[in-house]
């Protein structure tokens, strides 16, 4: 027998679990089973869950309960909405708001904000920070068909916030590709010597130029700030020839420096050496020339003198001549009148004997000149007519030397 047939006195059960004691026939209310579930969702926030019964003993929730839940629930939810909407910006950083994916003119500056969550998408950039990125490149090729490794250094900041969120997807990525470009049109723009020694800083100067382009062309608002290349070195096959030249080229750095060194301390002794001799010149350009003066001008009184007693002025120049040559010479010859002999007069012996030296002779006073003519007296022949003045002259200290 069925379960909704008639004659089971009551016994069977419906399948929603439900009596047929209460004469009522069919499946539960839909509206029934919804009350219930409400129910038990206020029960589980603190609600009340007595209400009014009805005619078939479901409970009725008051409709001012779910209104206040509600109302609640969506005071909650504006609360938490809003203090999500506020943000800090440091000193470093700018930030650029998006409304519904349009840009906003201003960009926010440093301090506490608020914007609506949700509605508006903020990006903070850091606009101080230097960044820095090392680019290593491995066989390149050069413009004398040479190949080189290289690294290479950007450093660079964030010069427009708004160009580098809205005007390129991601220009960190355009950043990396423009930089290989312009490596590599760089050094395929030079020759391997010049990269390797003394065109390192004008290829990076270069870089960094075409580099600055590129980013301009792409309104990324990236500013390059430096380029430097950190390493150059050729491909390990020809390493050791490569650095052999660069010791060679050194070496000869090394010996210009040393010889411009030498020359730079010899050149002034040079000069001062010049210089010195012709001052010695100079001086002795005018010690002659002032010689001569006072030969002529000593000339031209003993012309005068001369002039004036010729035969006193001969005898005392040849008296002046032969005891200027007497007085330098240490021995003497004196031809004897009346035969061939030649008196030999030993001075220097003489001089020995009495401790009289050449010098203290020719100043010496009349006594030791008389002393000195007694001492040649026995040398020297009888006196006669010829010879007696110049005997007397020598006792006199005239002839002292003769």
């Given amino acids: 027998m069925a379960w909704n047939e008639p004659g ?37 926030f603190g609600g009340a869950g007595g209400g009014n019964t009805g005619s078939g003993g479901s409970t009725q ?42 840009v906003l003119d201003d960009v926010v500056q440093p301090g506490l904000h608020w914007n609506p969550p949700i509605v508006d998408e903020v990006n903070l950039v850091n606009v101080s920070e230097l960044n820095a990125k090392t680019y290593q490149n491995r066989a390149m090729l050069t413009t004398d068909e040479n190949i080189i490794d290289i690294a290479v250094t950007v450093q660079y900041r964030i010069e427009d916030p708004v160009d580098y969120v809205i005007a390129v997807q991601d220009p ?45 062309a792409y309104t990324t608002g ?11 070195q050729p491909p390990d096959a020809v390493r050791p020839a490569f650095d052999d030249v660069i010791r060679a080229r050194e070496d000869e750095q090394r010996a210009q420096n040393q010889a411009q060194q030498y020359a730079n301390q010899r050149i002034p002794e040079a000069r001062g050496e010049a210089q010195r001799q012709i001052e010695q010149a100079n001086a002795y350009k ?40 007497m007085t330098a010479s240490s021995k003497i010859m004196i031809d004897v009148e009346g035969g061939n002999n030649m008196l030999y007069v030993p001075l220097d012996k003489i001089l020995e004997q009495s401790g009289t030296s050449a010098g203290r002779l020719a100043s010496g006073s009349t006594q030791e000149l008389r002393d000195l003519a007694n001492q040649l007296a026995p ?24």
């Fill in 286 to 325: 005018e010690q002659v020339i002032a010689k001569a003066e006072g030969e002529a001008s000593r000339f031209e009184q003993l012309l005068t003198e001369y002039q004036k007693a010729p035969e006193v002025t001969r005898q005392r120049m040849y008296i002046e001549a032969m005891q200027d040559v």
């Fill in 379 to 402: 040398y020297l022949p009888a006196p006669t007519s010829a010879n007696s003045v110049d005997r007397s002259r020598l006792s006199s200290g005239r002839g002292g030397n003769q």
């Fill in 222 to 232: 990236i500013r390059v700030a430096r380029v430097n290349v950190v390493d150059t």
């Fill in 61 to 102: 929730p008051p409709s001012g309960m779910s209104a206040g839940l509600l109302a609640g629930m969506v005071v909650v939810a504006a609360v938490i909405w809003g203090f999500l909407g506020f943000y800090i910006v440091d000193e470093a950083e700018r930030g650029v708001v998006l409304r519904f994916g349009k």
């Fill in 172 to 216: 960190e990525r355009s950043l990396d590709n423009a930089a290989e470009s312009a490596i590599r049109h760089e050094v395929g723009s030079n020759f391997m010597d010049q990269i390797l020694t003394t065109g390192r800083e004008q290829m990076a100067a270069a870089v960094q130029d075409r580099l600055q382009e590129y980013m301009d």
């Fill in 8 to 44: 089971n006195n009551g016994k069977d059960n419906d399948p929603w679990g439900g009596g047929r004691g209460g004469g009522d026939q069919g499946p539960p209310d839909i509206d029934e089973v919804i009350k219930n579930l409400t129910k038990k969702i206020n029960s589980l």
